[in-house]
């Protein structure tokens, strides 16, 4: 989740309600989502900050498959299609999030029962750090 190189990024944002969703994407796949409350904020200058030395362009259409997979998520309907991503992993990290990811819509689990789901009862703490760093929330709740 860390320490990569960055070049190209292509950000844009959709509005859900009161919510606007911040969506980052490669010419590899999705790379990123920030929530916020402020629908003023331009995606170019919402990412800016957090990856000042990315080239940052404003692209709706290669952010269509993550728009589509946070739409999907938040209507807790299936995608249709593989979200293809940018976005690299530990093994433990992948585990984490695909198990959060089988868990059903308006459900919750502690760290420690994710911990558990993954093969490591006594890593709550490592759960959370995972969840804290999670850069395509939505998608990984």
Same mark, same amino acid.
């Given at each position: 989740?860390?320490g990569?190189?960055?070049? /190209?990024? =292509?950000?844009? *944002?959709?509005?859900?309600d009161?919510?606007?969703?911040?969506?980052?994407?490669?010419v590899? %796949? !999705?790379?990123?989502?920030?929530l916020?409350?402020?629908?003023?904020t331009?995606?170019?200058p919402?990412? #800016?900050?957090l990856?000042?030395? !990315?080239?940052l362009t404003? /692209? /709706?259409r $290669?952010? *269509?498959?993550?728009?589509?997979a946070?739409?999907?998520?938040?209507r807790?309907?299936?995608?249709?299609?593989?979200l293809?991503?940018d976005?690299?992993?530990?093994p433990f990290?992948?585990?984490? $999030?695909?198990?959060?990811?089988?868990?059903?819509?308006?459900?919750?689990?502690? =760290?420690g029962?994710?911990? #558990?789901m993954? %093969?490591?009862p006594?890593? !709550?703490? !490592?759960?959370g750090?995972?969840?804290?760093?999670?850069?395509?929330?939505?998608?990984?709740?």
């Amino acid at each position: 989740m860390a320490g990569k190189t960055l070049s /190209d990024i =292509y950000c844009s *944002r959709i509005k859900v309600d009161r919510l606007t969703v911040y969506l980052a994407s490669t010419v590899k %796949g !999705a790379f990123r989502v920030g929530l916020g409350l402020n629908p003023s904020t331009p995606p170019v200058p919402f990412f #800016s900050r957090l990856f000042p030395t !990315a080239h940052l362009t404003e /692209d /709706d259409r $290669l952010n *269509r498959p993550l728009a589509d997979a946070v739409e999907a998520a938040l209507r807790n309907t299936p995608l249709e299609n593989a979200l293809s991503m940018d976005v690299s992993f530990t093994p433990f990290q992948w585990a984490v $999030l695909e198990a959060v990811a089988t868990i059903p819509f308006g459900q919750t689990r502690t =760290y420690g029962a994710v911990a #558990s789901m993954v %093969g490591r009862p006594l890593g !709550a703490r !490592a759960v959370g750090q995972v969840m804290g760093r999670n850069p395509l929330p939505l998608i990984f709740p």
